[in-house]
């Protein structure tokens, strides 16, 4: 007779969420999707995308910093092994570059999320302009000529910013 036991299961995925500061700066990240009411994208659930943005997020957090993978270990039965709660395999910054391109077909514009180089809350500068380059200028006290080539005459008191 065989009296051997199967090997227990294993323990149940860990949820990087489940630590406060994790889940924290994870819903921070994700803050750009609430408040979009249903319809708005068509018909784009984006409480679950954004539900899964913040999992997704909690994930990066955790596997990139040594610090809370420590406090995690702490927490845990010394020896057991946990898998770490992925959902897929999309990044956070992936559900929101999904998430922003879907709803733009929709007119819904979420600014400051993703920039022209698809690099989540960048500022653009991490790939080539892919753009005409044009120029605008200021002549005499108050010829303007903008970047779009829109001319016009003005002259007031007040400070101008002609680039940001």
């Known amino acids: 007779p065989n009296n051997k036991q199967p090997p227990p299961p294993p323990p149940p995925p860990f949820n990087p969420c489940d630590i406060a500061e994790i889940y924290s700066e ?3 990240y994700c803050q750009a999707l609430v408040g979009i009411s249903l319809g708005e994208c068509g018909a784009l659930d984006v409480d679950y995308y954004h539900t899964l943005c913040v999992q997704q997020r909690c994930a990066d957090i955790y596997l990139t910093r040594s610090d809370l993978m420590d406090l995690h270990n702490n ?5 057991s092994e946990s898998a770490v709660l992925v959902v897929g395999d999309t ?4 559900v929101l570059v999904f998430v922003v391109e879907q709803c733009s077909m929709y007119g819904v514009a979420l600014s400051g999320v993703v920039d022209r180089c698809g ?4 500022d653009g500068s991490s790939c080539d302009f ?8 200021v002549t005499g006290h108050a ?9 016009f005459n003005f002259m007031g008191m007040c400070d101008y910013t002609l680039a940001k």
């Open 26 to 28: 994870a819903s921070t």
């Open 130 to 137: 892919e753009g005409v380059r044009t120029t605008c200028s």
């Open 75 to 79: 927490m845990t039965d010394p020896g």
């Open 91 to 94: 990044s956070a910054c992936g």
């Open 143 to 151: 010829y303007y000529h903008t970047f779009d080539a829109y001319t």
């Open 119 to 122: 690099v989540c809350y960048g």
